[in-house]
């Protein structure tokens, strides 16, 4: 456990430049990529083979275009408390000292802003009360012919689609999908669960807001990662229907090709993992039977990197081929403490956002459609409001600074100026504690072994509209080995732009209504 979160602290890094490549129109075309992709596999095996640049063993002698993918993503992060409690009084929050049940018999390891691991090899960048989705539609049961392709023949469903309704469907009512925690299946993420596909094949999926594509393994299979259920195979399903060239669907893709008049994709990621196969619309099966109809989805046939245990990636992003936007609905999730086993819900539809929400508005960035801004006017450490100029959290009109609200990046990471108020802050009001140097990519911690408890300010955020989401303890100052070892679990960057990150997102139900153009927060609601 204590590896995959050390691997995700240094990967935390790889996104927060991702993003950044991402705000300032940076990116690479399908060659590009191939060519990087393609040297690191053969400095890896000691291949031979030529690389032929813009040419992908995936697509024959096609060749994709396009200028940007979705990043990396890097979900979850550990929630030490376990059997302890915080409790806040007058400022102060006090903090139960022990050995965190996370770490176990491991230690983890790591200096000068890199995490160590030794064997980290995962990721992908996560109420069974079925009232609700989309309408009963009877499915087409037409079948169409067989085509030819790279991978052999595909029975569709309809054959290629040249003007899809998918946006036409809306979640009319409520669905939920379990959330889980990865850990067993050897990835740092928060996976989720539906059913792909007439009859519905039921596969785990990576959770994340950061990306706009959901996709999955598929059969055959190029080059596929081990994934805990069957890889997905589209010609045993009656609902698959391919994505034609010419649709407009297929001109939605950032980076898409074209083959035998079938629409191609491929998403890259941060770390430099990527997934290229077939788009196309599929059927979702959330519950005990509750449909959405003609979801488009990667059918993913080469997919290879970080990746780890889930089938996939459901994307949550406010991008168009998201999952919210094509279904037209709100949703949130509450990140439950993944080690001790425990479960939470993601909800689509009505009741996304509980009663006892505080809201603030969802602000638009004009130049990058997939993250979701809020405003954030401050932060106080003991009661105290810190001075920190709004201008720091701004989203200008040139689409960069802001502040995004991201399932994707572990730890917060704050513009320079605001990142050195808190900490400053916090060591202040912590003048009594030991200090134990850095960790990490943690600048400030503490050696707090031998000791049974310790008080430490209370940390809150101030959003625009009012809203503030009050921090337990456990959401900042958190464990890093089994000797007692605690840092202030917040980071600085020199990038324009702040990440609230989801560690401290945990304990909170977090709700995204892009319609209503606002971001809930409820506390205690997982």
Partial sequence: EVEVFAERLRRDEERVKQIYARMERKGTTMGDHEKKTRRRRKKKEAREEEVVIGTSSYHAEKQMEGKDGEEDVVIGTPSYHAEKQMEGRDGEEDVVIGTPTYHAE???EGRDGE??????????????RSSYADSKEEEDEEEGGMRTGPYGG???????ARNSSYSEKKVAGFITGPLIS???QGSGEYFTRFGLGTPPRFSYFVMDTGSDLSWTQC????????????YFNPSASSSYQSVGCGASLCSQLLVKGCQANMCLYQVSYGDGSFTVGDFALEKFTFGKGTVVLKVAIGCGHDNEGLFQGAAGLLGLGNGKLSFPTQTKTQFSYCLADRFQGGSSELIFGRGAAPRGSVFTPMLKNPKLSTFYYVGLDGISV???????????????SDGSGGVIVDSGTSITRL???AYVALRDAFVAATSDLPSA????????CYALGGMTSVSVPTVDFHYAGQAVTKLPAANYLIPVDTTGTFCFAFAGTNAAFSIIGNMQQQGYRVSFNSAAARVGFAPNQC
């Fill in 219 to 230: 059969q055959p299979c190029q080059r596929c990662y081990n994934q805990s259920d069957p």
């Fill in 106 to 108: 491991k230690q983890m």
């Fill in 437 to 444: 140097g850095s960790v990490s990519l943690f600048d400030t």
């Fill in 415 to 417: 513009t320079a100026p």
């Fill in 382 to 396: 003991g009661g105290q409001l810190l001075q920190i100029p709004r201008s720091v959290f701004a989203l200008q």
């Fill in 182 to 184: 990865g850990l067993n």
């Fill in 115 to 128: 995490a160590m691991a030794k064997k980290s090899k995962s990721k992908i960048r996560s109420r069974s």
């Fill in 154 to 160: 595909h029975r569709e469903g309809r054959g290629p």
